[in-house]
Structure formats: C-alpha cells, structure tokens
C-alpha cells in the first residue's frame, strides 16, 4: 500500500518561508505525478502544485511567483519550497498520488504574527 509522509510544517510571521516534504514509499515514486494540496477548515481541500515525474510543475494562481514544488526521485521525496508566506496560506497540507488516490496524514502551517 502506498505510503506518503510529510514533515516540515510549523509557525511562521507574514512573509517567512518553509519548506515542506513528503517522503513516499511502497510504489515507484518516478514513474508518477505527484502533488500538493492544502485544507482550511470548512472549505475544500484545494489543489496548491502538481508535478509530472518528468518534472514538469504546475501551480494555483494564488501561489504562483511564491511556491516551488520539486521531487528528488533518488530520494523518493516530494517537495514544496513556500516563501514570501501569507496568512491566507495557512492550512494543513497534504502530499498525494493522484493515480493512487493516496494522501498523507497532512502537516500544519500557521502563518501568523
């Protein structure tokens, strides 16, 4: 069964920066799309950056300019570079396969003061 851990959340001010990561396991990590998502509560989990496995990167508008997602296909790892942090990107954020329909058990970012 696939397997997708994410790390890296936590506490930062209005303009700070994390970076978030997935480690995945239990499927061939480089043959796959890869992405990230994010939940508020009350709203829908939205789509935030997606990955082909040949690296090509797509983002949502609100995030563009601002995230980098990559992937270290030797490593198994996704990432998600996040600066110039908003209080609207607060969230939990979640790692997927989409062709697994596979997801994380999430890591939370607070931007606030």
């Known amino acids: 069964q696939v397997r997708l851990v994410e790390s890296g959340g936590g506490l930062v001010q209005p303009g700070g920066s994390l970076r978030l990561s997935c480690a995945a396991s239990?499927?061939?990590?480089?043959?796959?799309?890869m992405a990230w998502y994010r939940q508020v509560p009350g709203k829908q989990r939205e789509l935030v950056a997606s990955i082909t496995s040949g690296g090509t990167a797509d983002y949502a508008d609100s995030v563009k300019g601002r995230f980098t997602i990559s992937r270290d296909n030797a490593k198994n790892a996704l990432y998600l570079q996040m600066i110039n942090l908003e209080p609207e990107d607060t969230g939990v954020y979640y790692c997927?396969?989409?062709?697994?329909?596979?997801w994380g058990q999430g890591t939370q970012v607070t931007v606030s003061l």
């Open positions: 239990l499927f061939i990590f480089r043959h796959y799309s």
């Open positions: 997927n396969s989409p062709r697994h329909n596979a």
